[in-house]
């Protein structure tokens, strides 16, 4: 199980959640982004810089995806890719993207980028509170507690 991560619009207390994650539990942790990135001296991160260009990082993520790795994206489009994929997507406020609400989420970022469209100003997202942190924070130990319980022993002769 790797966890990716859409870096470029992912907020930075999301990521130092990920990094604590990653050295907690050993599991790999790739940022995925467009521009360098700073993180920190660990043998479970890494950082993919990829070529600027639109969905130029989601394409990469769903290349190197593989059944059961999770994502962390608040991309509905990337995240509707992964769950076709086999994976698991998670967004940095701490809700879990499945293959039963993805469809509706779809519908719903077509009709607001309708509007933008449009001309009708539908505002950003809203602040990153501190209840989403906690909620991306839960959702993720959850998630890797029972990938935990699923992993296989390591072989006798490992080290």
């Not at 700073?38 to 993520?61: C, K, T, W, Y």
């Not at 990938?147 to 072989?155: A, K, S």
Request: net charge neutral; with cysteine.
């Amino acid at each position: 199980m790797h966890i990716w991560v859409d870096a470029d619009a992912c907020p930075a207390v999301i990521k130092e959640i990920l990094f604590r994650a990653a050295e907690r539990v050993s599991v790999p942790v790739t940022l995925v982004a467009n521009q360098p990135l700073r993180i920190p001296r660990s043998r479970h991160v890494r950082m993919l810089q990829v070529a600027r260009g639109f969905d130029v990082a989601d394409n990469e993520i769903v290349a190197r995806l593989q059944p059961g790795d999770l994502v962390i994206t608040a991309d509905i489009p990337l995240a509707a890719e992964v769950i076709g994929h086999g994976g698991h997507a998670l967004n940095p406020r701490g809700e879990f993207y499945s293959a039963d609400t993805i469809r509706s989420r779809l519908d719903v970022r077509d009709f607001m980028e309708a509007l933008r469209a449009s001309g009708v100003d539908t505002g950003g997202p809203a602040t990153l509170h501190p209840r989403d942190r906690q909620a991306f924070a839960n959702q993720l130990d959850r998630f890797l507690q029972r990938h935990l319980r699923e992993r296989p022993p390591p072989p006798e002769d490992a080290p």
